[in-house]
């Protein structure tokens, strides 16, 4: 008989185990969507098909920027292959306060409340600072959540209800 010992498994992780990605064909790929280049989710802005010699494949070539950087990110794949494709959400929610360490208090629709989000550099921290505490004027401000990572990506004045 087996021995018990082997059959007994630890399992680490309790995640409902949602994949942070989805493989796609390239050649499925389309301009504005999203694509996995060098382990980084990015938006594609630009892609082009080449035709190849005899036996060849047809090549796709991909330029995208870091949804989260916006650096700039180029891939060149056989159309046949795939490509991995991230999960990509977006969520509004209603700004709360902005801490004096730079991170942002929002609350979503059904109460409940987030306060690992920073405050992003650039026009888009600019605009949310103003219409906050320049204008106080009710604020929310969209998130963008992919492989793990977040940022704010675009705030609008809140409808009064």
């Known amino acids: ?27 499925a790929l389309r301009k504005n969507g999203f694509v996995v280049i060098k ?29 989260f950087t916006g650096k700039k990110l180029e891939e060149l794949c056989p159309s046949t292959h795939n490509m991995d494709v991230p999960n990509v959400t977006r969520r509004e929610y209603q ?14 629709d059904d109460g409940d409340t987030k306060d690992d989000v920073k405050v992003p550099e650039g026009e888009v921290g600019d605009k949310i600072a103003k219409m906050f505490k320049g204008e106080e004027k009710d604020t929310n401000v969209i998130v963008l959540t992919s492989m793990g990572e977040e940022v704010a990506i675009d705030a609008k004045e809140a409808p009064r209800s």
């Open 1 to 27: 008989m087996a021995d018990d010992a082997q059959h007994e498994h630890t399992f680490e992780s309790a995640d409902a185990g949602a994949s942070t990605t989805f493989p796609m064909q390239c050649s």
């Open 39 to 67: 382990n980084r989710p990015c938006k594609i802005v630009d892609m082009s098909t080449s035709k190849t010699g005899k036996h060849g494949h047809a090549k796709v070539h991909l330029t995208a920027l870091d949804i």
């Open 95 to 108: 700004l709360i306060d902005i801490s004096d360490d730079g991170f942002l208090s929002l609350m979503s």
